[in-house]
């Protein structure tokens, strides 16, 4: 039945009354207007959306994303984690009824999968990724040999699978999915290779004790990756192994491409490490040392902030709202993280120079605060926002942070008098910190303490012929605290311009990479509307430099947070050469003995990017100090 636009909103907004015992009584107040055909058009239209669905919903092999059993009414149904929302929203909406119009939103999902995954498939836009700080540490020769085995678990339960790549301490196997088998990491196996002692002479028992390092679910199968236990004293089994591998790696293969994705890891990490703007900071649990990575890149922000007192960064991390948050990060279970803003200011008085650092938590607690600010900013006084992220990991039992300015309009709508001196006294660094502050140089040998707890993420900008596009990006290595649309990684990384806020804005930002390379020029915030509607994903960017007040930014802020679901992101661009090092050469050159092919084309792509975005989220910063103009604009008296 083909509605026209009014009715069909007609039907939208009725649909979800029906279930519901005033249905009757409000669908004739709402259609009165209605011609007795349109009516009956209505009414069908609604009965036929919200009439209990029958059957289950299976999207087993039907979608690229852990699928799980959900029971409903002794049905079980297998969802994604995104069907399952759109289910339990629909039963929320009919007063608990599984409907004919939540199961086709569904099914419109599973139909907006297929499309998403042929378009990824097809378009060049498309990116690759790797994990920052990700060890990609298996630096064995894998061969890849597929052969029946068998494996136990320590209460007796025994297994049937298949191998799939083997090394000398390590093995990868491939078993039936079941709950108990997804359940298996760290888990201890005996391993016996039944289809090896069929078909080679072995003089030992084959049998090898393992480990279980990791678990990756690809229905209908597990793959188990496996590690050779020390304890394991079959050496004469080992030997074999090796000898295996040695006389038969040209026939079944080395698998490298753990090899290959440390080296491309590697390599863009260094770029990263070097464009990158902001300061990365890591203050050891029991150590009295702050440490700085420093670069090209960032040596004007960080002179800055060692201007006036070389441990200012040291102070700032002793300041008690932000011990507060590390606490809290120390007290969750997953690693998690947190983003606090603050306004920092330096006034000369009695010819010496004060730092005050005022979080934005307290500007809220009274009015009048932010048009002084400003104010002292356009008197020339150093203002500046800035956004500290924090995470803890327990394992380096060490804070990490990274410290940004946040680019935004340092004009205010109201006049107000200057700020009292009073105010800000609490505020005041005054006391040296008991800390130091080391400030190391970013080299390749900092690498693996930048990026093991990244904070932001990154777009490669390589350049193919005369156009200039993103093609790999730089992923944090863990998920926990991200903004929900940034956990739907396939919607992101299908197109790189939704991370940027569409085509138009992306454009601007590639071209003002190409015309300049002073990255003090590039870095924006860019705001997006984040639409989620089955089969009509869309996000929405407008850049926060198009205002020429704060005020008129903190307005639209805070239109779109009303609006819907926003996202703000801190986009820093810089131009890099990009240069391998000599260690990452000599591991390229391990990759050509088995695959030139593939080593050549990964130094030829990696040798045309030509340029390093950087996207911080800072959502939640930017929502903090929008909400600060809704308070009443009194007038600060100066002080006596």
């Not at 289910?87 to 004919?100: P, S």
């Not at 500290?388 to 327990?394: E, N």
């Not at 050549?600 to 989220?617: G, N, R």
Request: glycine share 4%; aromatic share 10%.
């Amino acid at each position: 039945m083909t509605l026209n636009a009014a009715l069909q909103t007609l039907v939208d907004e009725l649909k979800t009354e029906y279930h519901r015992s005033q249905f009757e009584s409000v669908f004739k107040r709402r259609t009165k207007h209605l011609s007795g055909p349109d009516k009956l058009k209505v009414k069908m239209a609604i009965t036929e959306l919200a009439k209990p669905a029958l059957g289950v919903v299976d999207l087993r092999k039907k979608v690229p994303y852990e699928v799980f059993p959900y029971s409903f009414q002794g049905r079980t149904h297998y969802f994604d984690s995104r069907a399952q929302q759109l289910f339990e929203k629909g039963l929320k909406a009919y007063k608990g009824v599984f409907t004919e119009d939540t199961k086709q939103q569904i099914l419109a999902l599973r139909n907006q999968y297929t499309h998403e995954l042929t378009a990824s498939n097809t378009q060049a836009t498309s990116l690759d990724s790797f994990i920052a700080g990700h060890p990609y540490s298996r630096r064995e020769e894998r061969m890849n040999f597929v052969s029946p085995i068998s494996f136990t678990l320590a209460d007796g339960q025994s297994f049937t699978a298949t191998s799939v790549d083997i090394s000398t301490n390590g093995l990868q196997i491939k078993v039936e999915s079941s709950e108990q088998i997804k359940s298996l990491l760290f888990a201890q196996l005996e391993v016996c290779f039944s289809g090896i002692a069929e078909n080679f002479v072995v003089s030992s028992k084959p049998c090898v004790q393992y480990r279980v390092v990791a678990v990756q679910s690809s229905e209908p199968y597990v793959y188990l990756r496996l590690k050779r236990l020390e304890t394991d004293d079959n050496n004469a089994f080992r030997t074999f192994i090796d000898e295996l591998i040695n006389q038969y790696k040209h026939r079944y293969k080395v698998n490298i491409d753990h090899s290959l994705q440390r080296v491309k890891a590697r390599g863009y990490e260094a770029l990263w490490a070097s464009a990158y703007g902001g300061l990365k900071i890591v203050l050891p649990d029991d150590k009295p040392t702050c440490c700085v990575l420093a670069t090209e890149t960032n040596r004007t922000l960080l002179n800055s902030w060692q201007k006036h007192a070389t441990d200012t960064l040291a102070q700032l991390m002793e300041m008690a709202w932000v011990k507060q948050s590390v606490d809290e990060l120390k007290a969750e279970r997953k690693q998690s993280r947190r983003q606090l803003c603050f306004f920092r200011l330096s006034l000369p008085l009695n010819k010496r120079w004060h730092e005050y650092i005022v979080p934005v938590a307290e500007l809220s607690k009274e009015a009048g605060w932010l048009g002084s600010l400003f104010a002292l900013k356009q008197a020339g006084y150093p203002v500046q926002i800035y956004e500290i992220t924090l995470t803890h990991d327990a394992k380096r039992q060490a804070v990490f942070a990274e410290l940004q300015k946040l680019p935004l309009p340092f004009v205010n709508d109201t006049n107000v008098e200057k700020l009292a001196l009073s105010k800000l006294k609490p505020y005041q660094l005054e006391d040296p910190s008991l800390r130091k502050v080391s400030v190391i140089e970013s080299d390749e040998s900092t690498l693996s303490v930048q990026f093991s707890n990244a904070l932001s993420n990154a777009l490669f900008v390589h350049k193919d012929g005369g156009k200039w596009q993103p093609k790999v990006a730089g992923l944090m290595p863990f998920s926990e605290g991200l903004p929900a649309p940034f956990k739907d990684a396939g919607f992101w990384l299908s197109d790189s311009d939704k991370v940027l806020g569409g085509r138009q804005l992306q454009r601007q930002i590639i071209d003002a990479l190409k015309r300049t390379k002073d990255p003090s020029d590039l870095p924006t915030i860019v705001v997006l509307r984040v639409s989620h509607f089955p089969g009509k994903e869309t996000v929405i960017g407008r850049s926060l430099k198009t205002y020429k007040t704060f005020n008129e930014a903190a307005e639209y802020v805070n239109f779109l947070k009303d609006d819907g679901q926003i996202l703000a992101l801190h986009i820093h661009g810089s131009c890099c050469e990009a240069n391998l090092s000599d260690a990452v050469r000599n591991e390229l050159s391990y990759i050509s003995r088995y695959l030139p092919h593939r080593a050549k084309e990964f130094e030829a792509e990696f040798l045309q990017c030509k340029a390093v975005i950087t996207v911080s989220d800072v959502t939640q910063s930017l929502i903090h100090l929008s909400s600060l103009v809704q308070q009443p604009k009194s007038v600060l008296k100066q002080a006596n």
